[in-house]
């Protein structure tokens, strides 16, 4: 070294030397020891042997583990994994079956309601689950604003509630509601609850957080994963397997990768490209569920406040029935499905989704606008809608027909049905400008009228109450800006059809006065249902034979309205015996191998130079 | 030119201290006042975002007017705007940042959550990009032309063009699921499994695993900006002549390099290297995304969906603040690094 002269070749073949000797250091944990890698396939993230951890990739954050707090689906899922309802649905076709309730029974008037509270459930911490309990949370909610965040809406129709004893919950209305037999309100134990002074503030969470469902959460670090031990006291029965865990993924590419690769077991919400995409692929389940959700082009009929005053900016045009019958005639809904959603998904039709066989309604043959342009145009000449010399179709005043359609930006499903709407309608000589907007401004924009057309969707609860509410002149913004519309529509038939189902007791009375409030809707064409997609799920078929499904024909096996899924999962016998041990080992070889082996080239580089350096000075 | 620095400094250091400290003090205000600015414009900013925030923070839950009436007394926002930014100085200056909208917690403390694992990720990411950007650099230049160089230049500028989402998610697949025979060596998501054994060094290697994918797709991304800065500076620094003088004093090649040229050529990347420090705190939103890392970039990112406007306002605050700090620091150095800034 010393020798050399002028730097003629520095080291450059000595870096390269390095670079060699550390890519080798990296790879040689793996050649010599694909066992250890191995390993990291089958870790099954148990911490013992013999012990079922089911891990789920999901792409929300919790909320909040608060559950007057969080409502975001994520949270709710794990509330009803942790905390008992009075009430849940069956996994077989969503009826209402008890749950901590064993049964109830209303009064003639159907204003005082009794459930009788299951006796011998505990709270994780030993102490009982009463009457008291139930009452607690009820009443927390009607008096502690910040309680009623997430669930309010069920108790806004309160008038008391009270438990004369450890085994009743009374509850009183002021007029009757046929959703009180699905009250989706998890109860909290009011030994812990009561201490709570500021619930807004409340984290809850102190782990492992008191409840009473048939998992206890353990273990939380935001934005990272979530844990859940099984409750082998579980009033029903010890789960089958005996832990589950959340897992955040940002992105759901990342999250099918880690399915193939086997760091979870169940990734959910797949675009349609990833469901196809995992077709075939080894040790791969994929499950093709019945959505809940409906996919709906609104069609602004004019909106008004709920003092009737018209507000925001909607097209004249629109306010014709005609107009909007018309449009509903140019869309071809089964092409939407083929191309937007490649085939997951249903065509759309009347409002509730078919997955509630009970509830939903299909146009008969004699009123189904099914997909004509011809019969569209026809539709608007006859209207009075005439083109003008540019071919853009003219109102009555003389102002064109040109429409400011509002889409999720984000989303890829808008971004399509945009554009297929826009080519439909420009055939009609009617022009429409694509609004992507984030998803705040779509609400904003709804609820302050500003829009001719506007995507909307709404996930359908197993009782159909909520989303029929949406289409009432009630659910009109009210002048301060409270109240959440969908459509604007305010129809008296439609109002009358909704309140006489919700008072309605006897069930085949009330499916008939559904059907009949989602015929009305139909007629009044302000929400055009476009499509129900599917729910696209996948699983490792190696380590779960398979999962509950909700319902039980073509249903889902995550974020169920119900445990089941979770509850019930069937482990195989190679995700029983499989042993322990996680992938960090590996790892750890490789890592340690490169850090070694860098700070021996970096320390034998500069003990060189110094000494080069030296002796030459 | 160490020889003449050590003489200046010596001979009038003395008569220099009060001009040295006005100069202290004029970059410190500066920068003072530019955090004072990013705390007014952090809270106007957001409030002319479209929308009513009582609306966001419901989402899509039907609520009553007396539900968001008490939201909005609740955080503040039935009060004029003027109150709302005097409360919201007050609360600044004992260092509360307000509750987020979305999780119902103080964002000092989902910030202070989020800025470890940033600072972990897109600082250990900078060392290596910095170490490596100068190596590159440097030999590049002194052969430029050569195949090093060559190949440094094209390789480092392919990657800082590639999107950095794209090049992460190649990564993922091709070493954290493994592609043919290539089994997935790193995990693909998070930044620690839940099952790792009790005890610091599994916990720690657990975390320097998880790391490796995200850290290598940073520096392949940022680290040819380094490279191309000091490449370029030493290029001009090659053209001077003390460095023929130096050679003519018979010092080696190998020191002229490192002691004469590399240290004046360094200067201008000291300045990029502070400046990149200052975003070190922001976090890389892509590679936080495509990772899951659970960052600061990714928290900011949540935010600006809803929006949620005290948690955007505090990551406006800590980002913006963070530049400004490190912007003052590289301006501090500077004159200490480089004595032409001194004298002028």
């Known amino acids: 070294m010393g020798v050399r002269t002028a730097g003629v070749r520095p080291s450059f073949p000595r870096a390269a030397a390095v670079a060699t000797v550390v890519i080798a250091g990296l790879l040689l944990p793996v050649v010599l020891a694909p066992g250890a890698l191995s390993a990291n396939e089958r870790g099954d993230g148990s911490g013992q042997e013999g012990e079922v951890t089911l891990r789920v990739g999901i792409q929300q954050e919790f909320d909040s583990l608060n559950p007057f707090l969080g409502f975001s689906r994520a949270a709710t899922e794990v509330f009803r994994l942790i905390y008992p309802t009075l009430t849940t649905h069956s996994s077989e076709d969503f009826s209402v079956v008890p749950e901590l309730a064993t049964d109830w029974e209303s009064s003639r008037d159907k204003l005082t309601w009794t459930f009788h509270i299951r006796e011998g459930v505990k709270w994780s911490d030993g102490e009982p689950v009463t009457a008291h309990d139930v009452a607690y949370t009820f009443n927390r909610m009607m008096t502690d604003s910040a309680a009623a965040t997430a669930n309010g809406n069920y108790v806004d129709n309160f008038a008391d509630v009270s438990a004369p004893d450890e085994g009743r919950v009374v509850i009183r209305t002021e007029t009757p509601q046929a959703t009180m037999r699905s009250l989706a309100v998890p109860v909290v134990p009011e030994h812990v609850w009561s201490r709570v002074d500021d619930v807004a503030g409340f984290a809850n969470r102190e782990m492992p957080i008191v409840g009473s469902g048939p998992f206890e959460v353990t273990d939380y670090r935001p934005q990272q994963y979530l844990t859940l031990e099984a409750d082998e006291d579980f009033w029903r029965g010890a789960p089958t397997i005996d832990r589950l865990r959340f897992v955040n993924f940002e992105n759901s590419d990342a999250a099918v990768q880690a399915l193939r690769k086997g760091e979870i077991d169940v990734a959910r919400k797949l675009t349609p490209a990833q469901f196809d995409a995992l077709k075939g692929a080894e040790n791969i389940e994929r499950v093709k569920g019945k959505g809940r959700r409906f996919y709906e082009l609104v069609l602004n009929p004019g909106a008004a406040n709920s003092a009737g005053d018209p507000i925001g900016t909607g097209h004249p045009a629109l306010r014709d029935a005609r107009v909007r019958r018309a449009l509903d005639r140019a869309i071809d809904r089964s092409e939407l499905v083929d191309r937007v959603l490649g085939g997951h998904g249903t065509v759309g039709a009347g409002y509730l989704p078919p997955i509630f066989r009970k509830y939903h309604w299909s146009p008969p043959d004699g009123e189904r606008r099914s997909f004509s342009l011809e019969a569209a145009n026809r539709a608007l000449d006859e209207a009075g809608y005439p083109r003008g010399p540019d071919g853009i179709r003219r109102g009555p005043s003389g102002r064109p027909l040109d429409f400011e359609f509002v889409l999720h930006g984000d989303s890829s499903t808008d971004a399509l049905v945009g554009e297929f709407v826009e080519e439909w309608l420009s055939g009609l000589g009617i022009e429409v400008s694509l609004q992507p907007v984030s998803d705040n401004q779509v609400n904003q924009r709804t609820t302050a009228g500003d829009f001719d057309m506007v995507i909307s969707g709404w996930s359908v609860n197993p009782d159909p109450d909520y989303v029929l509410r949406l289409q009432t002149c009630g659910a009109r913004p009210d002048p301060e800006g409270g109240g959440l519309p969908d459509s604007f529509l305010c129809d008296e038939r439609y109002d009358e059809l909704y309140s006489r189902q919700l008072a309605e007791f006897d069930r085949h009375a009330r499916v008939e006065l559904v059907e009949r409030a989602q015929r009305r809707f139909h007629e009044m064409a302000t929400g055009l249902i476009l499509f129900y997609p599917n729910a696209l799920e996948a699983y490792r078929s190696d380590r779960f034979a398979g999962f509950e499904k909700q319902p039980a024909e073509r249903g889902v096996i995550t974020a169920q309205q119900g445990y089941w899924g979770y509850y019930r999962a069937e482990p195989t016998e190679r995700a029983r015996t499989a042993a322990g041990e996680t992938g960090y080992r590996s790892a750890a070889f490789v890592i340690v191998g490169v850090l070694l082996l860098g700070a021996l080239a970096v320390f034998s580089v500069s003990v060189r130079r110094r000494r080069t350096a030296e002796h030459r000075e | ?344």
């Open chain 2, 1 to 344: 030119m160490t020889e003449t620095r050590d003489r200046d400094d010596v001979r009038r250091a003395p008569a220099r201290a009060p001009r040295i400290l006005g100069f202290v003090a004029l970059k410190l205000g500066g920068g003072a006042l530019s955090l004072l600015l990013v705390v007014v414009l952090g809270f106007f900013l957001f409030r002319v975002l479209p929308g009513d925030p009582a609306r966001t923070m419901t989402r899509s839950a039907p609520v009553s007017a007396e539900q968001l009436a008490a939201l909005r007394d609740r955080f503040g926002l039935d009060q004029p705007l003027y109150v709302q930014f005097r409360d919201f100085l007050g609360k600044l200056v004992r260092g509360d940042l307000g509750t987020s909208y979305t999780y119902n917690r103080p964002v000092a403390e989902l910030i202070g959550e989020r800025i470890g694992p940033t600072v972990l990720l897109v600082g250990t990411a900078t060392v290596l990009a910095v170490l490596l950007g100068l190596w590159m650099g440097t030999r590049a230049a002194w052969r430029h032309g050569g195949s090093a160089d060559r190949w440094f230049t094209s390789v480092g500028l392919t990657l800082w063009s590639v999107p950095t989402f794209w090049l992460g998610l190649l990564l993922l697949m091709a070493f954290g699921v493994g592609v043919g025979p290539l089994p997935g060596l790193f995990p693909v998501a998070g930044m620690s499994s839940p099952d790792v054994p009790a005890g610091a060094l599994p916990r720690v290697l657990d975390v320097a695993h998880h790391l490796v994918l995200p850290c290598v797709t940073l520096v392949a991304v940022i680290h040819a900006q380094f490279m191309m800065v000091m490449r370029s500076s030493l290029l001009e620094e090659m053209g001077e002549e003390y460095l023929t003088t130096a050679r003519a004093k018979g010092l080696r090649e190998d020191l002229v390099r490192r002691r004469h040229a590399i240290p004046n050529a360094l200067l201008p990347t000291v300045t990029l290297i502070f400046l990149h420090l200052g975003l070190v705190v922001s976090g890389a939103i892509t590679v936080e995304t495509v990772f899951s890392w659970p960052g600061l970039g990714l928290l900011t990112y949540e935010a600006l969906r809803v929006p949620d406007l005290p948690l955007l306002q505090g990551t406006f605050i800590v980002l913006a603040g963070s530049v400004i700090v490190m912007n003052v620091l590289a301006e501090l150095l500077y004159r200490v690094l480089d004595p032409r800034v001194r004298a002028s």
